[in-house]
Structures are given as C-alpha cells and as structure tokens.
C-alpha cells in the first residue's frame, strides 16, 4: 500500500515517520519525499496512520490534483539537491510525464503562485542556509544553485528578502522558512 503525505519535504521529516511507524509496528516497505511504501497488512492500521502523520504535522493526500501538487513540490526540491542543467518545464514535464503547462495551472489555481515563483523561493531558502553555514562564496553558491551570474542571483535574493546577500550575513538574525512552510 502507497500514500502520499503532504509537507514532507526533508530526510529529516522521514527520519521522524519512520521512528514512529516503528514504535506503531507499523512495517514501512519504502519511503521517499512526500510517499510512504506500507507492508500489504498496513492498510487495517490507516487511522493509526493518519493519527501519526497528523500528530508530527503532516496530512494524508487523497485528492488527485494534491497529489501531483506534492509531486511537483517533491521534484522541486530533489532538483534543489541534483545538478539540473536543463530548463523547469523540461525537467518537470519528464520527471512527471505530463505536460508542463497542465503542471503550470495545476499549480497555480492551488497554491496562488507560480511553479517558478515557488522555486526561486525555494532557491533563496538553499541561499540563506549556504550563507549560514558559511563555507562557499556567493559566487560558489550561484554557480551550485545553476544562477547565470552571482550578480543575478544577488539581484533575485534582494528583491524577495528586502536586504542583499552580504547584510544578511552580517545581520545573522536568520529569518529562514521550512522547505514546507514556503506556500
């Protein structure tokens, strides 16, 4: 049996589910970002299930546009971790094989912005935490996050977070999201 749970967006959300699905005896066959594999017997135990994702913050997907809605969001921040070299709409349209502009809509009538608005915020989250741990130059991390140019990047970074890359730095009162929490 496979579901597909909303907000998870980290190994370290996965880390969280898989502790406690084992303190439930519940047997996890697989899981990846956003998607839990159960043992067949699994599913007699799904209000244990829900009751579990709910009490760590999460939500059970049921709804089929939700569902690609979490596939998008999952694919996003894999991309975040890969080292994409082709356009968003390519990369989406082959990791989903749907078509982009179907995505596109998708995405926009549920979240109230678009795929690319919702990847640049998440770049600049990657940027914060790159920033704080402070081991890569800004023009190190544009190049990691696949910027044209770090004076691209810094120009992007200043525009959603009102301060440039530098002040940030210094600021140190880091202001970041959870990967989850973004839309």
């Known amino acids: ?13 996965k880390d969280v ?5 084992q303190n439930a005896n519940i047997e996890v066959v697989h899981m990846d970002l956003g998607e839990v594999q ?7 135990q799904m209000e244990r299930i829900r009751e579990i994702l709910v ?8 709804d089929v546009n939700d569902s690609y809605i979490a596939d ?7 991309a975040l971790k890969d080292d994409m070299h082709q356009n968003l709409s390519k990369y989406l349209s082959e990791k989903m094989n749907k078509d982009y502009s179907v995505l596109s809509k998708m995405f926009s009538a549920k979240e109230g912005l678009t795929i690319e ?11 914060k935490e790159e920033i704080q741990m402070e081991n890569k130059t800004f023009s190190e991390i544009a190049y990691d996050l696949n910027y044209k140019s770090s004076s691209h990047l810094a120009k992007q970074f200043k525009s959603i977070t009102g301060m440039s890359m530098s002040e940030y ?13 973004i839309v």
């Open 72 to 78: 998008i969001k999952k694919h996003l921040i894999n």
């Open 169 to 181: 730095r210094k600021v140190q009162d880091w202001n970041r999201r959870p990967l989850d929490q």
């Open 38 to 44: 159960f043992s067949d017997g699994a599913q007699k």
């Open 17 to 21: 589910l898989k502790q406690e699905f």
């Open 1 to 13: 049996m496979r579901i597909k749970v909303k907000n998870m967006v980290c190994d370290r959300c």
């Open 55 to 62: 009490k760590n913050g999460f939500e059970l997907i049921e």
């Open 117 to 127: 608005k919702y990847f640049i915020l998440l770049k600049i989250e990657r940027v």
